[in-house]
């Protein structure tokens, strides 16, 4: 009953914590309780994808939103702290990265929080943490408390939150955080109620491939597609000669590009994609074969190529991103191979070009890049060992900058992740069409 009193009383005080507040033309209206934060503003057609930025006494993060028409709303899940307090909201253009609005509300005072009192600065025993996708399991011992603060940040996310033990001074749970990505780093300390910090250690969101969906018939029944999600989470330096036909050798090392504002590694940004990509295809009646679903999976640069040979894969697509000492570089570009023996035996260099710009128009097209060249470009080359080795049709695709702040975060968003692998998959269906694969639907 208490519990249900406290609940209608939060809904009561939630009525009388909504704040609207205008800036630059947006206003955003706030909705506070104790476990969420409600938000709607309208940004414009002209900003479909934002960044919100929130602070409150206990956390912080931020999120990337989508909408087609520019309206956003939505709720923040808090982490409970129960002692209320002000909370900020800070609005960013992803398109241009400037600042769009900023409102502030008050978060209320749960009806029944009492701070927490007593012991709270015995030594802290046997602290373990475990990766999970949803965030991490937490595990530590100590005795004659009461409670603990369990802090813990992520590049996306900051929170505190008081945990508290079993009879036996045992503390153990799971950390939920929907705002960080996958595979990134969290510092997690445990401190007593003083704040003092007794333990620190660090554990990796894990990623779990999503399941494949059945194959379907359609228009690309028949054709087969390897998916080569480049790199892997560890980096190795590999020496392999640079193809056939082809004098000398080159090193690859993985994970090499790396957000500047988000620090997602290009190698989980390319397979989840590359795990989209995959879905797609399957949709479309096409037979896929990934050279990796996770990210401990170690391939050569050759291995890949004769997974997808022996797959019997028609066109192999090598899913990177791009990076700079230039920021302002942006745009997706497409490689191909040039004087390789085996790329010879496929198709003449013409051919490769007018098959490369397909694939780069049709992404271009479906993310809403113009067709200019100054978005993008189709470059033959012998520099790329997975290109030169490939006896299928082969195109290294860089997907973004992760140099770009702009591009880097379109490219952890889910909304334009879906976009790259469906117009990826329609360049693959205008290609097939081109080589006599599939008959023109």
Not at 54 to 77: H, V
Not at 346 to 353: G, L, P
């Amino acid at each position: 009953m208490k519990r249900l009193l406290s609940l209608l009383l939060c809904a009561v005080l939630a009525l009388f914590c909504a704040t609207t507040v205008q800036a630059a033309g947006v206003s955003i209206t706030l909705t506070a309780s104790e476990y969420a934060l409600h938000y709607a503003f309208d940004a414009g057609a002209q900003d479909p994808f934002v960044i919100l930025e929130y602070t409150t006494p206990a956390e912080k993060g931020w999120m990337m939103l989508y909408s087609e028409d520019g309206r956003f709303e939505g709720d923040i899940a808090l982490a409970y702290s129960g002692a209320g307090g002000k909370t900020s909201v800070a609005l960013t253009s992803a398109r241009t990265t400037g600042s769009i609005s900023k409102a502030s509300t008050t978060l209320p005072k749960a009806a029944d929080y009492q701070k927490p009192t007593g012991k709270s600065n015995a030594k802290v025993m046997d602290f373990v943490l475990t990766e999970t996708p949803e965030g991490f399991h937490y595990a530590f011992n100590a005795a004659g408390t009461d409670y603990m603060l369990l802090y813990w940040r992520s590049k996306e996310q900051t929170v505190t939150q008081p945990v508290y033990p079993d009879e036996n001074g045992h503390y153990e749970g799971d950390v939920i955080s929907n705002l960080t990505f996958a595979r990134t780093q969290f510092t997690v300390q445990v401190k007593s109620g003083s704040g003092s910090m007794k333990k620190e250690a660090t554990v990796r969101k894990g990623y779990q491939a999503p399941e494949a969906p059945q194959r379907q018939e359609g228009r690309l029944s028949g054709v087969t597609v390897c998916i080569d999600a480049g790199h892997q989470e560890n980096g190795r330096f590999v020496n392999e000669p640079i193809g056939p036909g082809l004098s000398g050798s080159t090193s690859g090392k993985g994970g090499m590009a790396q957000g500047t504002k988000t620090n997602r590694r290009e190698s989980i940004v390319c397979l989840e994609i590359g795990m989209l990509l995959r879905d797609e295809l399957l949709r479309q009646g096409a037979n896929v074969i990934m050279t990796r679903e996770d990210q401990t999976t170690f391939h050569t640069n050759i291995e890949r190529c004769e997974i997808a040979e022996a797959g019997g894969a028609q066109i192999m697509l090598r899913l990177h991103c791009n990076n700079s000492s230039n920021r302002s570089k942006r745009g997706i570009q497409v490689y191909g191979p040039l004087n390789s023996e085996y790329a010879k035996a496929v198709a003449d260099a013409d051919t490769y070009r007018e098959m490369g710009q397909k694939l780069l128009d049709a992404m271009k097209t479906r993310v809403g890049m113009t067709l200019a060249n100054s978005t993008g470009m189709v470059r033959l080359n012998d520099n790329y060992v997975g290109n030169n080795w490939a006896k299928m049709m082969c195109f290294l695709v860089e997907m973004g900058y992760l140099s770009n702040p702009a591009e880097e975060y379109l490219l952890v968003t889910p909304v334009y992740q879906q976009w790259l692998a469906e117009g990826m998959a329609d360049g693959v269906y205008e290609i097939a069409v081109a080589r006599g694969w599939v008959q023109a639907q």
